[in-house]
């Protein structure tokens, strides 16, 4: 069964990992010209690059991705992990997020911090979210393949993931 999903500005997010704390805490986040942002559309690579960027970012030293969850290593700007680990986090801080770029904190306009936006094939994409669907039990059903790809072109099957 499908839990209730949590509505923020006309986007669908999973209540697991989000609040009204953890998004006004993205809003009010104080981006540094250091940090590295992960910026993807949900089911496009987000954790093969949570477990690269580290690794780039260290120099392929493997010891982070060893001791270090990827939640943790890079975390979501969104969820409410960040607000929990933000102060262990060094510099340059990688962080992760699906957020569209109009729903970046303010300090994010005016800093000088890095971004990757990793961008997958649409079709790829589809068929990921609809088996990804099929498994997450907090998302509800997607029904048939035709009518989940009806509801993805229509964009009514955006989630933040």
């Avoid at 990992?17 to 809003?27: C, K, R």
Wanted: glycine content about 4%; charged content about 20%.
């Amino acid at each position: 069964m499908a839990w209730p999903m949590y509505e923020y500005r006309g986007l669908l997010l999973p209540p697991v990992g989000h609040t009204a704390e953890s998004l006004e805490f993205a809003q009010n986040f104080s981006v540094e010209d250091s940090d590295v942002f992960i910026v993807t559309y949900p089911k496009s690579g987000t954790t093969w690059m949570q477990e690269i960027l580290p690794l780039v970012l260290n120099g392929g030293d493997l010891t982070p991705v060893h001791t270090v969850v990827n939640w943790d290593r890079v975390p979501w700007l969104e969820e409410t992990r960040l607000a929990k680990i933000v102060d262990k986090l060094t510099s340059p801080r990688a962080l992760v997020t699906h957020f569209p770029y109009s729903f970046m904190p303010p300090s994010f306009y005016t800093s000088k911090a890095k971004v990757i936006n990793v961008i997958r094939n649409p079709k790829d994409v589809l068929v990921s979210s609809y088996y990804f669907h099929q498994m997450a039990n907090f998302l509800e059903d997607p029904g048939s393949f035709d009518e989940f790809m009806d509801k993805f072109l229509e964009g009514r099957g955006q989630r933040l993931l």
